[in-house]
C-alpha cells in the first residue's frame, strides 16, 4: 500500500506554489497543468488536499488552482471578524491575480467553499464559465447529523486519535466505512490540525441557495447519495436551482458521502469532466 504521507508530497511536488495577499499574511495556492483555468475551493476543516484524489485528471485538460482557504491549511488567517463577504472578498482577489484579465474561469467548490465560491462566481461575473458545487453547504434547511463528532485532544496516543479520525470520517464525510483508508485517515488528521477559522456557521446558512440567481455562469451541483448534509432534501434544492437555471446540470452519485469526489474518484472525475466540457 502506498504510504500516504509520501503520496501526498509527491502530488504537492508536482505542483507550482503561489500567494495571493491574505490579511497581513499570504493565502497559499499550488496549481497544476496548463490550460483553461479551474480554481478548487475546498470545504471546511480542509486544504487543497481535499482534491487529491481528483488534481490529476483533472490537471489532464485544465490549469488546476487548488486554494488553501484563509484560516486553513497552509494559508495565514484573514483579519477579524470575518463573515462570508470577506472571505470570499480575499479569494476572488486571488483569483484575479492568478488569472488573466478576463480570462474565462470555471468554479468547483466543496461543501463550505461552496458558499464562499458561490460570492466568488458573483464577484467575477462574466468571467465565470461554470459554478459547480460538490457536497455544497449554503442551501439552507437540512437534516440532523444523529452521530456525534468527537474532539481531538492534545494528551491522546497515536492509535486513539487514529480511531477518532475514522469515527469523525464516518460521522459526516464518507459513506462506506471501508473507503475509510489510510490517506483519507492522514487528510483529516492535517487538516484538523491546521484549521483556525469556524466554518460552520456559514455552511448552516441559505446564503449559497440566495447566491443562485446571481450568478452569471452555468450552474452544477454534485452529491453523493448518502451526503448526510443533503439527504432528505435533495429534490427540493435541485427544485430550487431549476427554477433559477433550468439548464442546471445535477449528478447524484449513489452509495457515496459527502466527500464524494474523494470515496468515488473515477466516477466522480468522469462527471465532473463531462460538465465542464459543457460550460
Known sequence: MTDPARALNTLEARATILRTPCGDGSMIWRV???GEPVVLLHGGFGSWNHWARNIEALAEHYRVIAADMPGQGDSDDPPQPYDADSL??????????????GER?????FSFGAVIGGLVAVALGERVTSFTGVGAAGMGERGPVTR???RVEGHMGAEQRETIFR???GVLMVADPANID???VRIQATNT???RIRSRPISLTDRLARTFPDIRGRINLIWGSGDITAIGYFDRRHDHLRAVQPEAGIAVLDG????????DAERFNTTLLGMLAEG
Do not use: D, F, K
Request: charged share 15%; proline share 2%.
Open 167 to 169: 469515527h469523525n470520517l
Open 32 to 34: 497544476w497543468g496548463e
Open 148 to 150: 456525534t463528532m468527537i
Open 256 to 263: 457515496v458521502g459527502h466527500w464524494v469526489q474523494y470515496e
Open 193 to 195: 490540525a491546521r484549521n
Open 105 to 109: 474561469v470555471r468554479l468547483v467548490c
Open 88 to 101: 470570499a472578498a480575499i479569494v476572488t482577489e486571488g483569483v484575479g491575480r492568478l488569472t488573466h484579465a
Open 182 to 184: 489510510p490517506l483519507a
